[in-house]
């Protein structure tokens, strides 16, 4: 198998990320800003004694990137619930690189309204699993 497991309350928890964005008017999303959401969202988690993921997280000069989460957010757009825009390959000094933005669809967006009716345990992602 190839890439990462299919975790679909992570997923569900970026839809949930972009919904914030959509709703707070800054969307869409950067690529290198959705990563920093990740990054605050994780930051903040346990002062709300919330679990974070034990994801692997690649610190590069351009900020934090998480490859796990790139994969999701990748899938949901080409499951049509999240919109990809603007995207493009670049060089710079440190290398190759991409730039892309991203936005909830109409999809996406029924998918969030669905979510947050259910119960909390049928959207929790994997790693907030409790042993």
């Known amino acids: 198998m190839t890439g990462f497991p299919v975790d679909l309350g992570a997923r569900m ?7 914030a964005a959509e709703r707070s008017g800054i969307a869409p999303v950067s690529v290198k800003r959705l990563h920093r959401l990740v990054y605050l ?6 002062v709300y004694d919330l679990l974070t ?8 000069k351009r900020g934090p ?12 757009s080409a499951q049509g619930l999240a919109q ?3 995207s493009k ?9 991409f730039e892309a933005n991203y936005s909830l669809t109409k999809l996406g967006m029924e998918a969030v309204d669905t979510a947050i009716t ?4 049928a ?7 409790r042993s």
């Open 53 to 60: 993921p034990d994801g692997y997280i690649l610190k590069y």
């Open 13 to 19: 928890w970026l839809l949930l990320l972009l919904d």
């Open 84 to 86: 990809v825009s603007n």
């Open 65 to 76: 990137f998480f490859p796990a989460v790139q994969w999701d957010i990748d899938r949901l």
């Open 41 to 46: 969202a994780n930051a903040m988690a346990p």
């Open 89 to 97: 390959r670049l060089e710079d000094e440190l290398g190759w690189w």
């Open 118 to 121: 259910l119960d909390e345990s």
């Open 123 to 129: 959207v929790r992602p994997h790693f907030c699993e």
